[in-house]
């Protein structure tokens, strides 16, 4: 029997002839392990520190028409009536005349950072993408640092529909330049 694996993969192969045997002498088993389906996605990590409150800076990071007007070509159309909440549903526009893509999102965790235990505590939006061009989820964390101020980690995996995986490493570069200058400018002080 050859056995071959890697971390993603088992593929066993033995060989077997006609004969009664109570072993086969030919047989092969694939058995593909496959990472979870956000494994298969372009990951981007972003963090950035401000001098601002947790508060404040979690205000601006979730007014997220804010957001449309930080990426170029796009506005953001809210849904649901607000303040944001556990359903809360978006959808980011992009495009020009004609030539659009929606980029619909729903928020699936809500956890604003609170003034408690003096310097507050970490706030955590999950966003969850469910368009037909665009898939994956969204994280942005606010975690008040000890020194005064904010850390954002943003993190997000996505999936453009007509890209494969030889595309990855572009997506996540471009997304990682976009997002970065979005996060920047929003916490502008």
């Not at 972003?46 to 205000?59: F, Q």
């Not at 929606?102 to 955590?124: C, H, I, K, N, Y």
Request: proline fraction near 9%.
């Amino acid at each position: 029997m050859v056995t071959r694996s890697n971390p993603r993969s088992t593929v066993a192969v033995s060989i077997t002839d006609r004969r009664p045997r109570t072993e086969p002498i030919f047989e092969i088993q694939f058995r593909m392990c496959m990472p979870a389906y956000h494994a298969l996605m372009p990951a981007i990590r972003i963090v950035h520190r401000s001098p601002l409150d947790p508060a404040e800076a979690w205000r601006r990071l979730t007014d997220w028409e804010r957001h449309g007007a930080q990426v170029p070509l796009t506005r953001t159309i809210i849904d649901t009536a607000p303040p944001t909440h556990v359903g809360t549903v978006f959808t980011a526009r992009t495009g020009v005349g004609r030539i659009t893509f929606d980029d619909p999102m729903e928020v699936v965790v809500w956890r604003p950072p609170s003034a408690a235990s003096g310097g507050g505590s970490a706030g955590l939006v999950r966003l969850v993408k469910r368009g037909r061009v665009v898939r994956g989820w969204a994280e942005i964390e606010v975690r008040p640092r000890a020194a005064g101020g904010t850390e954002v980690h943003w993190r997000e995996e996505l999936r453009l529909r007509g890209l494969g995986r030889p595309f990855d490493p572009l997506v996540a570069a471009a997304g990682r330049f976009l997002f970065g200058r979005a996060l920047a400018r929003l916490l502008r002080p």
